[in-house]
């Protein structure tokens, strides 16, 4: 079962794909814009501010009502639906956080995984 998307499973996401094509800071020079993807109606919510700005990063706060679980005393979301994980789109299509890490790995990640070196250690 997956664990319902939270402030702090956000914040723990972004420090595992940290590094990687996973996270807004790496990717959005290539042109993804995060979002939210609600797995039980197929249905992509690009992150956005309260306000309706897009955001440059997953924001729970700008979410809509039927999705929101849950909010503190000033009002912020603190937990969504279950069905709901982070992602990102581009050029119309969705793309989990997995997907889009493994998409952006660049050549220098590519060579590395591929090298004697890395391929003795993982046979160790």
């Not at 940290?18 to 939210?36: K, Y």
């Given at each position: 079962?997956?664990l319902?998307?939270t402030?702090?499973s956000l ?5 595992h ?9 790496n990717?959005?020079s ?9 797995r ?27 999705l ?12 969504v ?5 982070s ?8 793309y ?10 660049s050549?220098?990640?590519?060579d590395?995984?591929?090298s004697?070196?890395?391929l ?5």
């Amino acid at each position: 079962m997956r664990l319902t998307l939270t402030q702090t499973s956000l914040a723990l996401e972004t420090a595992h794909y940290r590094g990687t094509g996973g996270v807004s800071e790496n990717n959005r020079s290539r042109g993804f814009q995060p979002a939210f993807i609600d797995r039980e109606t197929k249905t992509v919510y690009w992150s956005r501010f309260p306000d309706g700005r897009l955001a440059r990063c997953h924001l729970l706060d700008g979410l809509p009502a039927e999705l929101v679980r849950a909010r503190d005393e000033q009002g912020c979301v603190t937990r969504v639906k279950s069905s709901v994980l982070s992602g990102f789109v581009h050029d119309g299509r969705s793309y989990t956080r997995d997907e889009a890490a493994a998409l952006l790995v660049s050549p220098s990640e590519l060579d590395r995984s591929r090298s004697p070196d890395t391929l003795l250690r993982k046979a160790a």
